[in-house]
């Protein structure tokens, strides 16, 4: 595995500003690299129903991908030592790698992260992994 065999996929949903939608659409037209959903807004209100989205999409058109990366848009990832890994780890199928988050509190008070009691009522949250992850699924 060489850095040249990596797919790299913004997954983006719409701005409020046209002007950004357009360079999104222009983006995409000179790079083939941006995947846009329409069907909302993109903010952290959404951000489960944008990564839903993208795996379902990494089901339907990425068939014969061997590993999926999921990052945000403020890490910087070393590729070689993400190769050097991947040569490291026993193949497995339907295997999810990152830093798991347990008894993980939500956040009550005003914050983009928040979220009320009526959205999530229970004192800690499930197991779940950081916002860095991937997984072998095929």
């Known amino acids: 595995m060489a850095p040249n065999d990596f797919k790299v996929v913004f997954l983006v949903g719409q701005s409020e500003n046209l002007t950004t939608n357009q360079l999104v659409i222009e ?22 129903r944008k990564v839903m989205k993208g795996f379902k999409w990494i089901a339907m058109y990425c068939k014969n991908a061997q590993y999926v990366l999921r990052i945000n848009d403020d890490v910087l990832v070393n590729t070689f030592s993400l190769i050097n890994f991947f040569k490291n780890i026993s193949y497995k199928q339907n295997q999810l790698y990152g830093h798991l988050l347990r008894k993980s509190l939500p956040i009550r008070f005003q914050h983009k992260h928040q979220v009320s009691k009526f959205e999530f009522d229970r004192e800690f949250y499930p197991d779940y992994p950081e916002g860095i992850f991937f997984g072998i699924f095929l």
């Open 27 to 48: 983006e995409f037209q000179d790079h083939n690299d941006i995947l846009q959903l329409n069907d909302f807004i993109d903010s952290y209100d959404f951000i489960t």
